[in-house]
C-alpha cells in the first residue's frame, strides 16, 4: 500500500519516473485531474472541522501579507501568561486579505496524518504538511526558497505560481543568500487548479499570488535522510585515536610545518573514509532513518485492542530493522530497535525471535521454534505491547 500512495499521488506520471527525472531536480506540473481528486487526502470541510474543534497552538499559525507578520494576528498574551491563539482574529485578518498558514496539520488532522504517514513510508522520508489560505488575489509571501521539497497539492480555487531557477542546487539552511542577487531572471508561470499538483525541489525559488477566488492548498514537505548526515556521522563516530584530539599549532604560520600538519589532518581523514564499510554506512542510513519516519504510535491503540483475541490464524508483522543479539553472558537475546530501545528474552525464545524476525508478515501458527502454540501466542502478545510487532489481521 505505502508503495501506491506516491503513484496514486503523481498520477499519471509515474513513481519511477518522477525519481528518475525530477525528484530533487526540477519541477513537475500535473494538471486535468479532477477536481476532486484529494477528497481523501484533505477537503475543506476536514480544515472547517480542524478550525472548529482543534486546539490549536500560536506555532501552529501564521497570518502573513507579503511577508509581513505579527503574532498579535493570530495569538493574545493571557493573564497567566501563556500565548492563546485567538480564532477570530484569524477569520478577521482573512476578511482584511491576510492570507493564513496552518503549520504541521499532520499532527491534527487524521486524513492528512494518514497520507503523510504513507507518503513517509513510501520516501523514506519525514512528511510535515501545512495548509494555505490566500483571500482573492493576495499573496502570503514574497519570492523565496525552502530548504525542503515540497508537494503542494491546490485543494480550492486556484493559485498562479511563479518559479525561478537557484540559488543554490539543494540548498539547506546552512547556505544564506541574498534574494537581489541570487536568483535566475528566468521565470516560469503556472497556474494550479482544484486537483492539480505542484512538486518543487528544494532551492528553487518561488512566489504564488491567488486569482479571484480564495485559494487554499496543502503543502506536503520532505525531509529525507541526506548523504551530508550520513557523513557527520559517520566521521565523528568514528574519531576514537588520541591524536585526532590534538591542538591545531600552525595558526598563520607559513613556515614547513603547516604543510605538514595539513598533510597529516588529511591523512587520517582518507584512513578514516576508507576504513568505512558498506555495513556501517547502511546502519547509519537505517538510524536516522529510523528517526525520520512519521510512525510514532502508529497502530498501538488498534495493536492493543487486537491483541486480546490474537489466536493461531492471526497474521502479524514485525517493525522494520530490529536487531537480534545476545546479551554477554549469554542468558538472554536481545532485540534492539533503530532507535536504540533494547528488549531482552529468555535464551530458549530465540529460534521464536528468528522466526518473528525473518519473516515480514506470518501467521502465528507458522512462526517457528521451541514454544508450544499456547507459549507462542503468549509471546506474540508480549511483543505486541512492546510495539515491536503489530497485527495485521
Ligand atoms: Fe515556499
Same mark, same amino acid.
Given at each position: 500500500?505505502?508503495?501506491?500512495?506516491?503513484?496514486?499521488?503523481?498520477?499519471?506520471?509515474?513513481?519511477?519516473?518522477?525519481?528518475?527525472?525530477?525528484?530533487?531536480? /526540477?519541477?513537475?506540473?500535473? /494538471?486535468?485531474?479532477?477536481?476532486?481528486?484529494?477528497?481523501?487526502?484533505?477537503?475543506?470541510?476536514?480544515?472547517?472541522?480542524?478550525?472548529?474543534?482543534?486546539?490549536?497552538?500560536?506555532?501552529?499559525?501564521?497570518?502573513?501579507?507579503?511577508?509581513?507578520?505579527?503574532?498579535?494576528?493570530?495569538?493574545?498574551?493571557?493573564?497567566?501568561?501563556?500565548?492563546?491563539?485567538?480564532? @477570530?482574529?484569524?477569520?478577521?485578518?482573512?476578511?482584511?486579505?491576510?492570507?493564513?498558514?496552518? *503549520?504541521?496539520?499532520?499532527?491534527?488532522?487524521?486524513?492528512?496524518?494518514?497520507?503523510?504517514?504513507?507518503?513517509?513510508?513510501?520516501? *523514506?522520508?519525514?512528511?510535515?504538511?501545512?495548509?494555505?489560505?490566500? $483571500?482573492?488575489?493576495?499573496?502570503?509571501?514574497?519570492?523565496?526558497?525552502?530548504?525542503?521539497?515540497?508537494?503542494?497539492?491546490?485543494?480550492?480555487?486556484? /493559485?498562479?505560481?511563479?518559479?525561478?531557477?537557484?540559488?543554490?542546487?539543494?540548498?539547506?539552511?546552512?547556505?544564506?543568500?541574498?534574494?537581489? #542577487?541570487?536568483?535566475?531572471? #528566468?521565470?516560469?508561470?503556472?497556474?494550479?487548479?482544484?486537483?492539480?499538483?505542484?512538486?518543487?525541489?528544494?532551492?528553487?525559488?518561488?512566489?504564488?499570488?491567488?486569482?479571484?477566488?480564495?485559494?487554499?492548498?496543502?503543502?506536503?514537505?520532505?525531509?529525507?535522510?541526506?548523504?551530508?548526515?550520513?557523513?557527520?556521522?559517520?566521521?565523528?563516530?568514528?574519531?576514537? @585515536?588520541?591524536?585526532?584530539?590534538?591542538?591545531?599549532?600552525?595558526?598563520?604560520?607559513?613556515?614547513?610545518?603547516?604543510?605538514?600538519?595539513?598533510?597529516?589532518?588529511?591523512?587520517?581523514?582518507? /584512513?578514516?573514509?576508507?576504513?568505512?564499510?558498506? @555495513?556501517?554506512?547502511?546502519?547509519?542510513?537505517?538510524?536516522?532513518?529510523? &528517526?525520520?519516519?512519521?510512525?510514532?504510535?502508529? *497502530?498501538?491503540?488498534?495493536?492493543?485492542?487486537?491483541?486480546?483475541?490474537?489466536?493461531?490464524?492471526?497474521?502479524?508483522?514485525?517493525?522494520?530493522?530490529?536487531?537480534?543479539?545476545?546479551? @554477554?553472558?549469554?542468558?538472554?537475546?536481545?532485540?534492539?530497535? $533503530?532507535?536504540?530501545?533494547?528488549?531482552?528474552?529468555?535464551?530458549?525464545?530465540?529460534?521464536?525471535?528468528?522466526?518473528?524476525?525473518?519473516? &515480514?508478515?506470518?501467521?502465528?501458527?507458522?512462526?517457528?521454534?521451541?514454544?508450544?502454540?499456547?507459549?507462542?501466542?503468549?509471546?506474540? &502478545?508480549?511483543?505486541?505491547?512492546?510495539?515491536?510487532?503489530?497485527?495485521?489481521?
Amino acid at each position: 500500500m505505502t508503495k501506491e500512495i506516491l503513484s496514486y499521488l503523481l498520477s499519471p506520471v509515474s513513481r519511477a519516473s518522477f525519481l528518475d527525472e525530477y525528484y530533487e531536480k /526540477k519541477h513537475l506540473l500535473i /494538471k486535468d485531474r479532477s477536481a476532486d481528486y484529494y477528497n481523501n487526502i484533505l477537503t475543506l470541510e476536514d480544515i472547517d472541522d480542524y478550525f472548529h474543534q482543534g486546539h490549536i497552538r500560536p506555532r501552529d499559525v501564521l497570518v502573513t501579507n507579503n511577508h509581513n507578520s505579527t503574532l498579535s494576528k493570530w495569538a493574545q498574551l493571557q493573564d497567566n501568561g501563556q500565548l492563546e491563539v485567538n480564532k @477570530e482574529s484569524i477569520i478577521k485578518s482573512l476578511y482584511k486579505g491576510d492570507s493564513v498558514v496552518l *503549520n504541521f496539520v499532520e499532527e491534527y488532522i487524521p486524513k492528512v496524518n494518514r497520507f503523510a504517514k504513507k507518503l513517509s513510508r513510501d520516501l *523514506n522520508c519525514q512528511v510535515k504538511a501545512g495548509i494555505f489560505i490566500t $483571500p482573492p488575489d493576495a499573496q502570503g509571501f514574497i519570492r523565496h526558497v525552502d530548504y525542503f521539497d515540497i508537494f503542494i497539492l491546490q485543494i480550492h480555487g486556484s /493559485k498562479k505560481w511563479k518559479l525561478f531557477d537557484g540559488p543554490k542546487e539543494l540548498i539547506d539552511h546552512s547556505i544564506v543568500f541574498e534574494d537581489s #542577487e541570487s536568483f535566475n531572471i #528566468e521565470e516560469k508561470e503556472i497556474e494550479l487548479k482544484r486537483g492539480d499538483l505542484l512538486y518543487i525541489p528544494r532551492g528553487i525559488g518561488h512566489s504564488a499570488h491567488s486569482t479571484e477566488d480564495v485559494s487554499i492548498h496543502v503543502s506536503f514537505g520532505l525531509f529525507p535522510v541526506r548523504w551530508l548526515d550520513i557523513f557527520r556521522i559517520a566521521l565523528d563516530k568514528s574519531f576514537s @585515536e588520541g591524536s585526532i584530539r590534538g591542538s591545531f599549532m600552525n595558526w598563520n604560520n607559513t613556515d614547513d610545518n603547516v604543510g605538514k600538519e595539513i598533510e597529516e589532518i588529511k591523512t587520517i581523514l582518507n /584512513k578514516r573514509i576508507d576504513a568505512l564499510s558498506e @555495513e556501517e554506512i547502511l546502519s547509519i542510513a537505517e538510524e536516522l532513518k529510523a &528517526k525520520k519516519l512519521n510512525k510514532d504510535y502508529e *497502530n498501538r491503540l488498534m495493536d492493543y485492542v487486537g491483541h486480546h483475541t490474537i489466536n493461531s490464524d492471526s497474521i502479524v508483522s514485525c517493525q522494520d530493522d530490529l536487531i537480534l543479539t545476545n546479551d @554477554e553472558d549469554g542468558h538472554f537475546c536481545v532485540v534492539q530497535t $533503530p532507535k536504540n530501545e533494547t528488549f531482552a528474552y529468555p535464551i530458549f525464545a530465540k529460534d521464536t525471535l528468528e522466526s518473528i524476525l525473518s519473516s &515480514k508478515t506470518l501467521k502465528v501458527k507458522d512462526i517457528a521454534g521451541n514454544l508450544d502454540l499456547k507459549n507462542t501466542i503468549k509471546f506474540v &502478545k508480549k511483543m505486541i505491547a512492546e510495539g515491536l510487532i503489530s497485527i495485521v489481521k
